[in-house]
């Protein structure tokens, strides 16, 4: 899960988040936990959280590959 692009499903209003906001995972605290990285447009980190795996959607910017039959 390093470095999937995931979003945030719940509101985080101590974190200044919100449902639905995209991170990166930047590295892997334990069993089921992340830092996820927030950026802007511009590329600049406003947020960096320990997440559970829980309360992330990976996101998938590919079609999933179907076995030929």
Do not use: I
């Not at 559970?52 to 590959?65: E, G, I, K, Y």
Request: glycine letters at 8%.
């Amino acid at each position: 899960m390093l470095l999937d692009t995931v979003a945030l499903m719940d509101d985080l209003p101590d974190k200044g988040l919100q449902r639905g906001q995209v991170g990166t995972v930047v590295e892997l605290l334990a069993r089921g936990a992340f830092e996820v990285e927030f950026n802007d447009n511009d590329g600049r980190a406003y947020a960096m959280v320990a997440l559970r795996a829980d309360q992330l959607m990976v996101l998938h910017h590919q079609p999933v590959a179907q076995e030929q039959a």
